[in-house]
């Protein structure tokens, strides 16, 4: 079958909306494919109040070959109000199968547990981690039946630094602007860090042309959007790239904000400079008061002190997502931290003390190993455990921790209340 006689759906299943999230993801792999001249449709089920009905109307209309189904998140990865979208999917992935077409996962959802939600989803085909090179392969084999795996893994060919992806035109952005979302772009995929917790952490780095990202941005403004967050996991992951993009991107002089997730390391001043003259005026920080953790990522309190000290210089403002209450962590690490920020006042501090396990993680084969950490597991454990439902690990109650921080305006629960950082 020829390229232009393959029609390819991509669906966004994902509804959340605290706060819906745009999936440039789908954007990056579209323009992928129709630089090769497939045709490819998306369908944002995100503001869709019956998704099943909704894809029924469009296979009325149009005949697919193929679809990619993209997998966000497995569950909302907080405890408080957790949401576990699995069972939503399946109901979706069950009335797709009725027209027999082929199913093909990904996302980074879909990444964290690929063997264990194909299983679940009993879908055809599944990509790990970034798809705009690897989808185009894998469907060149599954044109020409050649495929042997049912997984195949995208952190192998990483992304094309030089696609400019085509965006704005098959995802109505004005639904998720209306309801409090912004829209994302991205610099980079994978991170070099060593979160034990993390299922991105020391995945292969692939970055992207400055002068695309540049473009990408210059024509989003053209069609009138000014608000940007970064999607990387952490903005910082190689520091001469990072200060590079912030140099190209203030000589545009866009009419644009942005706000951006970092890392305690790599950095120096003159990042911070940079991202205040590109218009960067929010910085979310993510820390581990856990100092084993801080050693493997190459930073300590003096650097922390330092990152905030350069935030109020450049009058950006800086929100921390702590993570406490590591295995074997003490609680007086935790006040050490909570002291800290008491004294180095950052804008907010959220406070994540129970950790999602994830079964291809350090955390993970922590927790399978060590059978005197299963008492604080927030379900029974049992070796059949693959850790796809949500399981948490905590040393602490809510209550404890409330004590903890004794009502102080500065720290929040993450989870209790709705939100992100970005929405400050």
């Given at each position: 079958?020829?390229?232009?006689?393959?029609?390819?759906?991509?669906?966004?299943?994902?509804?959340?909306?605290n706060p819906p999230v745009i999936p440039i993801?789908?954007?990056?792999?579209?323009?992928?494919?129709?630089?090769?001249?497939?045709?490819?449709?998306?369908?944002?089920?995100?503001?869709?109040?019956?998704?099943?009905?909704?894809?029924?109307?469009?296979?009325?209309?149009?005949?697919?070959?193929?679809?990619?189904?993209?997998?966000?998140?497995?569950?909302?990865?907080?405890?408080?109000?957790?949401?576990?979208?699995?069972?939503?999917?399946?109901?979706?992935?069950?009335?797709?199968?009725?027209?027999?077409?082929?199913?093909?996962?990904?996302?980074?959802?879909?990444?964290?547990?690929?063997?264990?939600?194909?299983?679940?989803?009993?879908?055809?085909?599944?990509?790990?981690?970034?798809?705009?090179?690897?989808?185009?392969?894998?469907?060149?084999?599954?044109?020409?039946?050649?495929?042997?795996?049912?997984?195949?893994?995208?952190?192998?060919?990483?992304?094309?630094?030089?696609?400019?992806?085509?965006?704005?035109?098959?995802?109505?952005?004005?639904?998720?602007?209306?309801?409090?979302?912004?829209?994302?772009?991205?610099?980079?995929?994978?991170?070099?860090?060593?979160?034990?917790?993390?299922?991105?952490?020391?995945?292969?780095?692939?970055?992207?042309?400055?002068?695309?990202?540049?473009?990408?941005?210059?024509?989003?403004?053209?069609?009138?959007?000014?608000?940007f967050h970064l999607c990387d996991s952490e903005?910082?992951?190689?520091?001469?790239?990072?200060?590079?993009?912030?140099?190209?991107?203030?000589?545009?002089?866009?009419?644009?904000?942005?706000?951006?997730?970092?890392?305690?390391?790599?950095?120096?001043?003159?990042?911070?400079?940079?991202?205040?003259?590109?218009?960067?005026?929010?910085?979310?920080?993510?820390?581990?008061?856990?100092?084993?953790?801080?050693?493997?990522?190459?930073?300590?309190?003096?650097?922390?002190?330092?990152?905030?000290?350069?935030?109020?210089?450049?009058?950006?403002?800086?929100?921390?997502?702590?993570?406490?209450?590591?295995?074997?962590?003490?609680?007086?690490?935790?006040?050490?931290?909570?002291?800290?920020?008491?004294?180095?006042?950052?804008k907010t501090v959220g406070i994540s003390f129970?950790?999602?396990?994830?079964?291809?993680?350090?955390?993970?084969?922590?927790?399978?190993?060590?059978?005197?950490?299963?008492?604080?597991?927030?379900?029974?454990?049992?070796?059949?455990?693959?850790?796809?439902?949500?399981?948490?690990?905590?040393?602490?109650?809510?209550?404890?921790?409330?004590?903890?921080?004794?009502?102080?305006?500065?720290?929040?629960?993450?989870?209790?209340?709705?939100?992100?950082?970005?929405?400050?």
């Amino acid at each position: 079958m020829d390229n232009l006689e393959l029609n390819i759906l991509l669906i966004n299943p994902n509804r959340m909306k605290n706060p819906p999230v745009i999936p440039i993801g789908l954007e990056y792999i579209a323009t992928a494919l129709e630089n090769q001249e497939y045709n490819v449709d998306i369908i944002d089920l995100c503001f869709i109040s019956s998704p099943i009905e909704e894809l029924a109307k469009l296979f009325e209309k149009k005949k697919y070959d193929i679809i990619g189904f993209s997998i966000r998140n497995i569950d909302s990865c907080i405890f408080f109000n957790n949401e576990f979208y699995l069972y939503e999917f399946k109901k979706l992935i069950e009335f797709i199968k009725k027209y027999e077409i082929p199913i093909v996962l990904g996302g980074s959802g879909f990444s964290a547990a690929p063997n264990e939600v194909m299983e679940f989803l009993q879908a055809d085909y599944g990509i790990i981690g970034p798809g705009e090179k690897v989808f185009p392969t894998f469907l060149k084999q599954w044109q020409n039946k050649q495929l042997s795996p049912t997984i195949f893994n995208g952190w192998d060919h990483g992304i094309d630094e030089n696609l400019i992806a085509a965006r704005g035109n098959k995802i109505n952005y004005q639904d998720y602007l209306e309801n409090n979302g912004i829209v994302g772009f991205i610099t980079h995929t994978g991170c070099k860090s060593h979160c034990p917790y993390c299922i991105e952490a020391n995945t292969k780095v692939t970055f992207r042309k400055i002068a695309n990202i540049i473009e990408e941005l210059a024509t989003l403004v053209n069609q009138g959007y000014t608000h940007f967050h970064l999607c990387d996991s952490e903005f910082n992951e190689n520091l001469d790239y990072s200060i590079e993009f912030c140099k190209e991107l203030t000589k545009l002089s866009l009419p644009l904000k942005w706000t951006l997730y970092m890392k305690p390391y790599p950095y120096n001043e003159e990042l911070f400079r940079v991202l205040h003259e590109s218009n960067a005026y929010l910085i979310t920080l993510s820390v581990d008061s856990d100092k084993k953790i801080q050693n493997l990522n190459n930073y300590t309190y003096n650097d922390l002190v330092k990152i905030i000290d350069y935030c109020n210089k450049y009058k950006i403002e800086l929100a921390i997502d702590m993570l406490t209450g590591y295995p074997y962590e003490s609680k007086e690490s935790t006040i050490e931290m909570l002291d800290f920020f008491k004294k180095n006042l950052p804008k907010t501090v959220g406070i994540s003390f129970y950790y999602r396990i994830h079964k291809n993680t350090v955390l993970g084969n922590l927790i399978k190993n060590n059978p005197e950490l299963h008492k604080f597991l927030t379900k029974p454990y049992s070796d059949k455990e693959n850790f796809l439902e949500p399981v948490f690990f905590s040393q602490y109650h809510q209550k404890e921790m409330e004590a903890l921080i004794v009502e102080d305006q500065l720290f929040r629960i993450s989870g209790l209340i709705p939100g992100v950082n970005y929405q400050l």
